[in-house]
């Protein structure tokens, strides 16, 4: 679990790093959501904002606050985390590992095993 900690806390810091650092923050948060494949529709709903809003924020019509980009790049290093780590934990240790209800920690997990090399492995979490 440490490992799944480290990682976890290497690619947060290096997501809202990028964001913050950007010349184009709006940009950079396209660039990561589509990198990571997930739709605007499905990081509305983790985000609990309306699609348009995802869209409007990307689009630079409206300036992403701290609390999103923290959100959005925690949201982005859970993925980061299905995607990486092998091994047979179930969703409801990962809903209390992140603190994310089970609902969401299903969506994430649909999201990895979409773009994951190790589909067998992430499918087993669920």
């Not at 990571?36 to 995802?54: K, P, Y």
């Not at 790049?73 to 089970?102: D, M, Q």
């Not at 997990?109 to 190790?118: M, P, V």
């Amino acid at each position: 679990m440490e490992l799944m900690r480290e990682i976890y806390l290497a690619y947060l810091k290096e997501i809202g790093g990028s964001i913050v650092s950007s010349e184009n923050p709006c940009k950079a948060i396209k660039k990561a959501r589509i990198r990571a494949n997930i739709t605007q529709e499905e990081l509305g709903r983790l985000l609990g904002v309306r699609r348009e809003t995802i869209s409007r924020i990307e689009c630079g019509h409206i300036f992403p606050t701290f609390e999103f980009v923290k959100n959005f790049s925690r949201i982005l290093a859970v993925v980061h985390v299905l995607k990486t780590i092998s091994g047979t934990v179930s969703s409801n240790f990962l809903s209390l590992y992140f603190n994310l209800p089970l609902k969401d920690i299903r969506l994430l997990l649909d999201i990895a095993l979409r773009t994951s090399d190790k589909k067998e492995e992430v499918r087993r979490w669920k």
